[in-house]
């Protein structure tokens, strides 16, 4: 079975996913892939932004829905992050970390200032909470 996101529902998820900060659209741009709420898991969708990062960009501190368990991908180049009081870690494509709900996403840039990177962040997230990202204040 093959699952279309509707354009309403994209567009929620953009408007959820900038939210927050200028800053966020400067030094990335995340654009939402899909939102679909799991069959089996009532209550629980599925989410996906692609998150591109320019030479030396950065996204400021910030924490994600409460609910929200994420695996981030990287799909090119190579990233930076700290989640919670963990080691600052550097990962490259291929390879990817994860958030459990409620944490701190400190650290979150590019490893290179010359070199774009690109993240895939996969939530599952209770279906009724938004926004995705909240930055810090």
């Not at 279309?4 to 929620?12: E, I, N, Q, S």
């Not at 659209?25 to 990062?53: C, D, R, W």
């Amino acid at each position: 079975m093959t699952h279309r996101p509707t354009a309403v529902g994209l567009a929620c998820l953009a408007a959820i996913s900038l939210a927050g900060s200028a800053a966020f659209a400067q030094q990335n741009k995340p654009t939402p892939a899909f939102k679909e709420e799991i069959a089996n898991i009532p209550g629980k969708s599925l989410a996906a932004v692609l998150v591109e990062y320019a030479p030396g960009g950065k996204t400021p501190s910030h924490h994600h829905a409460k609910s929200a368990f994420i695996s981030a991908y990287v799909i090119s180049g190579a990233v930076r992050s700290q989640v919670d009081d963990g080691p600052v870690k550097t990962f490259k494509a291929g390879e990817h970390f994860t958030e459990n709900p409620g944490a701190h996403h400190v650290v979150s840039e590019n490893a290179s200032d010359t070199e774009p990177a690109k993240v895939l962040a996969i939530f599952v997230v209770d279906s009724s909470e938004t926004p995705l990202t909240m930055m810090d204040k």
